[in-house]
């Protein structure tokens, strides 16, 4: 989960890190407030789930309260790569001396935790200045150490290795602390006085350690909700696979094409759908089926993918599976789509999915007269045929 | 011959009493795999379809020795199963559990290489050497698995475990054989890469071609192909690359640190070239890779 700036600043604000102060508003009138609040200048920042909205557009400067006011108005309302600007983050302009980058992350060629940093910071980073990078232990809490060496060689000395070395050691126990897989801070910036800011973070969670993280969690509910709200047809599906707890089949996501797609699992749904897109036909949806779903829930999702105007095909498509009665997926796609008042053999416009109860699958699917394929035919060789039909 | 999992692997569950576990037991011993003993904290005493379970691996392992392990916990226990199997000198940790924390996954890591224990997954539906033992639950039932896989001269190495059991099956109804077929788990961080497998599989005299699986995501790929291109492998190698239509469509976006760590590495394309340039035979289609894995295989068929 991706937290929004205003949020992970205010976490690094509890863990004693310099952060700007700063005033979150929902409208212009606010912002103006807030400007006069914190002193003449300002940055007017969009809290968006992106990255790169300096580019974007998203994040202005203001001298005054009246520049406050109008630059905030400007955004509130805008959609910046299809998010709507809804809350704005005013915060005292920091006078930049220089500018630094500091990430965390996991790095697969380690397997380990790393953590980057360059002593020249900016949009731009990742492809200018030298980078250093430090992987630390999972195991051995880090040591103070670890961030002295990091300001060592990034050439400083003095009141400001002790500054920075402190900053490091401390994100690197944030990381850990709040089983983050990415804290970015990007610029680090030391002010013409000679303080440190924290001028912006990036802040993502494992969503897999939320089971551990919940206080952390509910301190986080705007972050939270935002990364919670997905389409109305995800949700249907979504609800679809909670209410039987059967296989698995819940990541449905949507696209513009008239070819319904029920794919699975993993690797074979990626298989699937490049096979579908290199034959040129066009897909209505991605969706991963797996486990051993039952009939009524593999009959409810071809009824949602159905559901879509535009579509009127649909394929059934699996690998060689090991746990998936393949007679049951059978009758679940037959019985959706008589329940909508459709022909199978006109709607199906091949199926293939090999494995446990393949021959009684078959007998149901010749019934009705559906194109089905076995273990015999490759998954792209299946493709291959139901693009003869269109 | 065949690499990690053969006749003489003895097997110990954790989780042993899981509704999934208990399954994979039980067909697992139909397949002829020596499932010697569980573990589940708590239920010391009881059997699953024979097998003796007790509460810790210290115990199993004094009353039936064992020189690998599943772990098939919920996710949340996970790091605490594999100290448990590392501490006790188990040689072999397969973990099946998928959506484990990251944090835990590195420290796993760590610990794995500090005891010198080789780790296959997370999320990895296991290790197959056709006709001789599974560690896992790849493949299914008995029966299929046996339909699926045959013995022969390909090596298997797979991001899915699905689609292990699909290539596994397609090679074998074209007459081909595999020798030890692993699914290594999808994600970025594992306990054994392409890279890590490839020198037992170089080693091992029944396997003369290796067919891998490649998915989205990480760089264990760009590893692989940088590794080749110095050091020059005997076994041909044929890679097909999944999720290409990542690149056309929008794809995650890494952000500065992304960019900076894994490079313009991690698309399927970016990879599929890699591994050409290195030499590796990279299949469009599925339906390619019999007829080229013949060609490959020349008189070792």
Redesign the interface.
């Known amino acids: 989960m991706r937290v929004l700036e205003f949020e992970a600043k205010q976490l690094l604000r509890e863990q004693g890190l310099p952060v700007p102060q700063s005033k979150l508003v929902n409208s212009s009138k606010e912002a103006a407030e807030a400007a006069q609040f914190l002193g003449e200048a300002v940055v007017i920042k969009a809290q968006l789930p992106?990255?790169g909205r300096m580019k974007a557009g998203g994040i202005r400067f203001a001298a005054s309260q009246a520049g406050a006011e109008s630059e905030a108005g400007a955004l509130f309302g805008q959609k910046i790569r299809g998010f709507l600007v809804e809350r704005i983050l005013v915060e005292t302009q920091i006078d930049i001396d220089r500018e630094l980058?500091l990430?965390?992350?996991?790095?697969?060629?380690t397997?380990?935790?790393?953590l980057?940093a360059s002593a020249s910071g900016g949009i731009d980073?990742?492809v200018t200045g030298t980078?250093i990078?430090r992987p630390f232990?999972?195991?051995i809490p880090p040591g103070d150490y670890i961030g002295r060496q990091v300001a060592a060689d990034l050439g400083f000395s003095g009141k400001n290795l002790l500054r920075l070395g402190s900053l490091v050691t401390q994100l690197m126990h944030c990381f850990?602390r709040w089983?983050a897989?990415?804290l970015?801070i990007?610029p680090l910036v030391v002010d013409k006085v000679g303080h440190w800011w924290i001028a912006d973070v990036?802040l993502e969670l494992?969503d897999?350690?939320a089971?551990?993280q919940k206080d952390l969690l509910e301190k986080l509910s705007t972050s939270s909700s935002l990364a919670a709200s997905i389409s109305d047809f995800e949700l249907r599906a979504r609800q679809i696979n909670q209410k039987d707890h059967r296989g698995v089949a819940g990541r449905l996501v949507p696209f513009d094409g008239n070819l319904g797609l029920l794919i699975?699992?993993?690797?074979?749904s990626?298989?699937s759908?490049?096979?579908v897109?290199?034959a040129g036909l066009k897909p209505a949806n991605y969706c991963e089926i797996?486990g051993n779903p039952s009939v009524w829930k593999i009959q409810e999702l071809t009824k949602l993918i159905l559901s879509q105007p535009q579509v009127d095909r649909l394929a059934v498509i699996?690998?060689?599976?090991?746990?998936t009665r393949v007679d049951l997926v059978a009758r679940g796609v037959i019985k959706g789509i008589l329940q909508m008042g459709k022909e199978p053999s006109k709607v199906i416009v091949g199926f293939r999915v090999?494995?446990?109860w393949e021959d009684e699958g078959k007998a149901i699917l010749d019934y009705y007269g559906v194109p089905n394929f076995g273990?015999?035919t490759?998954?792209?060789?299946v493709v291959e045929a139901i693009k003869c039909q269109f | 011959m065949s690499i990690l999992a053969n006749e003489d692997t003895r097997i110990l569950v954790q989780g042993i009493t899981g509704r999934e576990a208990a399954?994979f037991v039980s067909e697992s011993i139909q397949y002829g795999a020596q499932i010697m003993a569980g573990v589940t904290p708590g239920k010391g005493g009881l059997t699953v379809n024979g097998v003796p379970v007790f509460d810790t691996v210290a115990q199993a392992l004094k009353a039936a020795p064992c020189n690998a392990t599943i772990i098939s916990v919920p996710?949340?226990v996970v790091r605490d199963a594999a100290w448990e199997a590392f501490e006790n000198g188990l040689p072999l940790v397969l973990i099946v559990t998928e959506?484990?924390?990251?944090?835990d996954v590195?420290?796993i890591?760590?610990?794995a290489s500090v005891v010198g224990a080789r780790v296959v997954g997370p999320n990895s539906?296991g290790i197959i050497s056709p006709g001789l033992t599974r560690i896992g639950?790849?493949?299914?039932?008995a029966a299929?698995v046996r339909r699926?896989y045959k013995p022969g001269p390909v090596g298997v190495i797979?991001?899915?475990?699905?689609?292990m059991?699909?290539i596994a099956?397609?090679l074998t109804?074209n007459g081909i054989g595999q020798s030890t077929c692993v699914s290594i788990g999808?994600d970025?961080?594992i306990g054994s890469t392409f890279l890590d497998l490839l020198p037992l599989y170089e080693a091992d005299p029944q396997t003369r071609a290796l067919a891998l699986?490649c998915?989205?995501g990480?760089?264990?790929e760009e590893?692989l192909a940088e590794h080749l291109k110095n050091h020059p492998c005997q076994l041909p190698i044929l890679a097909?690359v999944?999720?290409?239509?990542a690149d056309?469509m929008q794809g995650q976006?890494f952000?500065?640190?992304?960019?900076?760590?894994?490079g313009s590495k991690g698309s399927p394309n970016g990879k599929m070239e890699v591994l050409r340039e290195a030499g590796v035979h990279v299949v469009?289609?599925?339906?390619q890779i019999p007829g080229i894995l013949r060609e490959l295989l020349g008189k070792d068929l």
Request: glycine fraction near 14%; hydrophobic fraction near 35%.
């Open positions: 992106i990255g980058y990430g965390i992350l996991y790095e697969a060629s397997r380990s935790p790393v980057i980073v990742e980078v990078r232990s999972c195991v850990l089983d897989t990415l970015e990007n990036h494992d897999d350690a089971f551990r699975g699992g993993g690797g074979a990626l298989t759908f490049d096979a897109l290199d797996g699996m690998n060689v599976v090991s746990n090999p494995g446990s273990r015999e490759s998954i792209d060789q | 399954t996710a949340s959506n484990i924390p990251k944090q590195a420290a890591l760590e610990r539906l639950m790849c493949g299914g039932k299929d699926a797979s991001r899915s475990g699905g689609m059991t699909e099956n397609l109804m999808g970025p961080l699986f998915e989205p990480g760089t264990m590893r097909f999944a999720g290409r239509f056309r976006r952000g500065h640190a992304g960019a900076i760590v894994e469009d289609k599925l339906s």
